[in-house]
């Protein structure tokens, strides 16, 4: 069995319930991600579903040099900030740089590790001493069984409060597969195991100068990963995914949220 992250009361591992980390790729504006925010809140009540929210304020890792990025770190954090006081639920957001690291540590609950940073030692050294919850996103090129290590460096510096996400392995060009041999590998390592449901149909640079995917087949993983057996599903998610900034072609519906997670939910009690 995982060992249990309490996080603002929401608990992932164990045997709690399935929990979800959900929000939109990139803050694209204040009232936007506000908006997302809310209607995520009312779901998370409606449904008790275990809610985390999630934005990125700064996405270093887009394709081409004209992709937005995001509002900054300054801004960005602010707006997590009021979202995280306002809903009182736990905010996670994903950071590029040790110097980044100490100062969301500040703000949000979960610092997340991008995918392609995990074999950045001092890196990822820095945010086990930051004293948040770490998530680290394995990455395309990782084994699953590789993930020790990385764990082994967070764990080096006190910190326990650890979570590994699965968010697909490259298979070719522009193209992820997801294997769900790793999450069971994964779980055995202790820790509560997250899958990321929309970056696993992503098409890496499938599109040129952008990233696509395929949102469509999102559900069906998330379906799958929930009766393996996963501690969370990451889900990016946004009111009109089609001109979302970023990610939009992996993304959810927000309006189909609340039907997915109903069998998610039923599936997640059966396993």
């Not at 887009?62 to 006081?85: D, N």
């Not at 069906?220 to 001109?243: C, M, N, Q, R």
Request: hydrophobic share 40%.
């Amino acid at each position: 069995m995982t060992k249990t992250i309490n996080i603002k009361g929401v608990k992932f591992g164990g045997t709690n319930p399935l929990a979800l980390i959900a929000g939109p790729c990139v803050i694209e504006s204040r009232e936007g991600c506000m908006e997302i925010a809310d209607k995520l809140v009312k779901l998370s009540k409606r449904q008790n579903i275990p809610l985390v929210f999630k934005a990125s304020y700064d996405k270093a890792n887009r394709t081409s040099i004209h992709s937005y990025r995001g509002p900054g770190i300054s801004k960005g954090l602010e707006i997590l900030a009021e979202i995280k006081e306002k809903y009182n639920i736990p905010v996670l957001t994903d950071v590029h740089s040790v110097e980044e690291i100490h100062i969301a540590a500040k703000v949000v609950d979960i610092i997340q590790l991008p995918a392609f940073m995990i074999r950045q030692t001092d890196f990822v050294v820095a945010a086990g001493e930051s004293g948040a919850v770490v998530n680290v996103k394995k990455a395309q090129f990782a084994a699953p069984w590789d993930m020790v290590h990385v764990v082994k460096k967070i764990e080096s510096t006190g910190n326990m409060k650890i979570m590994l996400t699965e968010r697909g392995a490259s298979f070719g060009y522009n193209t992820l597969v997801a294997d769900m041999r790793s999450l069971v590998i994964m779980r055995e390592m202790g820790y509560p195991v997250i899958f990321d449901a929309t970056h696993s149909v992503q098409s890496p640079g499938g599109q040129g100068d952008t990233s696509g995917g395929d949102g469509r087949f999102a559900p069906y993983l998330a379906k799958a990963a929930t009766a393996v057996g996963v501690d969370g599903l990451f889900i990016e998610t946004h009111p009109d995914p089609s001109k979302a900034l970023s990610d939009g072609p992996n993304m959810i519906p927000l309006k189909e949220l609340p039907k997915l997670w109903k069998k998610l939910d039923a599936i997640d009690q059966v396993k």
